[in-house]
T-cell receptor
């Protein structure tokens, strides 16, 4: 198993550009989520999904869209990038009945918006 | 709402013991997790408590008191490689699987 994979690892955007951060897992996990991490702010939930076709907003959803057409993939779209979206983005997944081994995190995408 | 508090920074010396505290207020509770995160890396799972008491795993132990909304992570025989951020997270609320994270405690271990 590859676990949770994210692409790209690094990305630089100009203000106003759009892009999609990719996330995939091969563990058949139903629950997937996107976090952003900024210095001193911890992990903040952007969007999450409890299964294919179902998504919901987290704490900081503005400026981001998600979709979940398959169990494996959960892409995060930045509609019009802003400097405030400069951050490290982590995707995570967990099994359908969460056990003590909890969420598995991808390696992260480091995004800079100029 | 959900509120999870932990100290911002802590320092300790090699070989010592350090205790990182976490207090929480959440609507619903279904487990408390500790993660370790080294600079530039993803968080990795350390421990899980769902019942009151102490869970021990090698040099790391975690304690939970649900009535007090309190947990701590105890690190023994500190090593330089333990320098990292330690994240407290609570699984709660109405969505199964959702975690609420504290802001993390940056631990620096000095020689």
């Amino acid at each position: 198993n590859a676990g949770v994979t994210q692409t790209p690892k690094f990305q630089v955007l100009k203000t106003g550009q759009s892009m999609t951060l990719q996330c995939a897992q091969d563990m058949n996990h139903e629950y997937m989520s996107w976090y952003r991490q900024d210095p001193g702010m911890g992990l903040r939930l952007i969007h999450y999904s409890v299964g294919a076709g179902i998504t919901d907003q987290g704490e900081v959803p503005n400026g981001y869209n998600v979709s979940r057409s398959t169990t494996e993939d959960f892409p995060l779209r930045l509609l019009s990038a802003a400097p405030s979206q400069t951050s490290v983005y982590f995707c995570a997944s967990s099994p359908p009945r969460p056990r003590k081994d909890t969420q598995y995190f991808g390696p992260g995408t480091r995004l800079t918006v100029l | 709402g959900q509120n999870i508090d932990q100290p911002t920074e802590m320092t300790a010396t090699e070989g010592a013991i350090v205790q990182i505290n976490c207090t929480y207020q959440t609507s619903g509770f279904n487990g408390l997790f500790w993660y370790q995160q080294h600079a530039g890396e993803a968080p990795t799972f350390l421990s899980y408590n769902v019942l009151d008491g102490l869970e021990e795993k090698g040099r790391f132990s975690s304690f939970l008191s649900r009535s007090k909304g309190y947990s701590y992570l105890l690190l023994k025989e500190l090593q330089m490689k333990d320098s990292a951020s330690y994240l407290c997270a609570v699984r709660g609320g109405s969505t199964l699987g959702r975690l609420y994270f504290g802001r993390g405690t940056q631990l620096t271990v000095w020689p």
